[in-house]
């Protein structure tokens, strides 16, 4: 096979067949095709697309280019969620725990990553003593017996996946509706999900900023999902505004602990009990998704949710009085108001920016080897909708650092009020199954 001959195939519009597809990832994955004939493979894909079974096959090939966790000797049909990810997006850290306590096995691999605030792992480690750093076997058998554990990401996970990532990255053609769902399908496929809930964010704080292409990637990725064998469902939700009120690694964790006591912020709670109704449905610990509702509902109030979070963090090496006293989690320095400049209604969060504040104030990595600040970070007091007086806070800001007139800026900027009564978004915009 010659890859000049496939890019001309794909450049022509046709299909890739199945042993075409898996010989571009593998020989670009061992360094025998360049970059340049990838590169312009990549552009055809950008161009003409690809049609279902060739995302399918794309997605198996990055899929068998590492390694693949084995998690049959956990019990249980074993349900991952995905987020396309936004900003103060806390629902991995509720949804483990409380979909635990519904009896579903939650075997979670994550990651730290670059961003706002850290990953799920560093908004971990701001609980004391906290650790991923387990073998696989203690990981399987804490699942086993909590139905919970986090175990960091194995650095061998679709090694093809971050080779055309990177090459997508400079060439133009990251933004590929089929080069973007195999690209993350491969990665929770690779992690051994038997089913898979995405969450795609919309919005001006999400990858996708239209309904459109957010409902076009959430197709295709539940196409892959089911074309490869495993059940996966999404839901469109709304990232016009960051989720909950917590931007930042402990605020986020003591928004967690609130949330799962029930006494958390209502779009996060909403959408928590949407995506975990479906996890729980999807393991078969429910005969319904209502059912499924009402069971996380008790959980939250009887405080089930709340012993299994203890539970998890005791398991993996953690100090879990903070959840009844979330004042042993990191705390900032300085807590700084910001008042209104006048009365109104909030208009708008421009998610992307306060997580950009809050990345300033130390709170999310810019390059790999930054230091994250696990105390700072920023609390909305108003989200879309809710009326303002001029003086009353906004936003408080959580600081080690006395002077921060850019982050103020900066918040300024992002948290428009306008003299009209304002709407609050919809939060869940769509259920796609398949
Ligand atoms: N996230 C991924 O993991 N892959 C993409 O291609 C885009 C976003
Ligand atoms: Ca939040």
Redesign the pocket.
Known sequence: MRMVDLIQKKRDGEQLTTEEINFIVESYTDGTIPDYQVSAWLMAVYFQDMTEKERADLTMAMVSSGDQIDLRAIEGIKVDKHSTGGVGDTTTLVLGPLVAAAGVPVAKMSGRGLGHTGGTIDKLESIAGFHVEISNEQFIELVNKNKIAVIGQSGNLTPADKKL?ALRDVTAT?NSIP??AS??MS?KIAAGADAIVLDVKTGAGA?MKTLEDSRELAKAMVNIGNNVGRKTMAIISDMSQPLGFAIGNALEVKEAIDTLKGEGPEDLTELCLVLGSHMVYASGKADSLEDARQLLIKLMNNGEALDKFKLFIEAQGGDSSVVDQPERLPQAKYKIELPAKEDGWVAEIIADHVGTAAMWLGAGRATKDSQIDLAVGIMLNKKIGESVKAGESLATIYSNQEEIEQVKEELYRSILLSQEQVAPPILIHEEITE
Do not use: G, T
């Open positions: 990532y990251v080069l973007i690209s993350i990665k990858f």
